[in-house]
T-cell receptor, first 112, second 114 residues
Framework: EAQVTQNPRYLITVTGKKLTVTCSQN?????MSWYRQDPGLGLRQIYY???????DKGDVPEGYKVSRKEKRNFPLILESPSPNQTSLYFC???????????FGAGTRLSVL | QKEVEQDPGPLSVPEGAIVSLNCTYS??????FMWYRQYSRKGPELLMY????GNKEDGRFTAQVDKSSKYISLFIRDSQPSDSATYLC??????????????FGRGTQLTVWP
């Protein structure tokens, strides 16, 4: 089954404790991206990757890091999480930049 | 001005009604237009995908793009309670430094009551 898998689905952490949210896709897609979704603000892109070892900033990259060492994986790293990063996070992938994007089920993060 | 504007609603209609959802945008470079449906606590699910102007129909759903007016629409015919969800429009350019970046509207919350 074609899918984008995120883990964990739910995470509660404390300020400053480094964390990683994993994302994996099994569709051999070139393009992957991370979004955060906040009430009243909608979905905003954090980072995206056009291919292995190629990443670029989206609209709200501050406080986040990403890496793309393999085509199928695109982890999101919060080196020192802060409460304003409490949000619902989605990973997405697509065959090409303009192709339809397929989203994971989401990771709900709370930073205390 | 936000690049994509979408009325958040909420919109409440009776079962069987025709629903019209709309978005406007300001960036003339947008060429890919999508509609996503998002159920509560779930990821967005692609409903419709169009390139450039025109109409596209899939079952009870019709997507329209009017690039001259920078306006896109999604129509749902014979709406069902299972259509109750948040509908997100999204669009992206086909060239330039923002190629591949997807810009979302804030979503319209739809409830279809039996």
């Amino acid at each position: 089954e074609a899918q984008v898998t995120q883990n964990p689905r739910y995470l509660i952490t404390v300020t400053g404790k480094k964390l990683t949210v994993t994302c994996s896709q099994n569709m051999n897609h070139e393009y992957m991206s991370w979004y955060r979704q906040d009430p009243g603000l909608g979905l905003r892109q954090i980072y995206y990757s056009m291919n292995v070892e190629v990443t670029d900033k989206g609209d709200v990259p501050e406080g986040y890091k990403v890496s793309r060492k393999e085509k199928r994986n695109f982890p999101l790293i919060l080196e020192s999480p802060s409460p304003n990063q409490t949000s619902l996070y989605f990973c997405a992938s697509s065959l090409a930049p303009g192709s339809p994007k397929y989203f994971g089920a989401g990771t709900r993060l709370s930073v205390l | 001005q936000k690049e994509v504007e979408q009325d958040p609603g909420p919109l409440s209609v009776p079962e069987g009604a025709i629903v019209s959802l709309n978005c406007t945008y300001s960036n003339s470079a947008f060429q890919y237009f999508m509609w996503y449906r998002q159920y509560s606590r779930k990821g967005p699910e692609l409903l419709m995908y169009t390139y450039s102007s025109g109409n596209k129909e899939d079952g009870r759903f019709t997507a329209q793009v009017d690039k001259s007016s920078k306006y896109i629409s999604l129509f749902i015919r014979d709406s069902q309670p299972s259509d109750s969800a948040t509908y997100l429009c999204a669009m992206s350019p086909d060239r330039g430094s923002t190629l591949g970046r997807l810009y979302f509207g804030r979503g319209t919350q739809l409830t279809v009551w039996p």
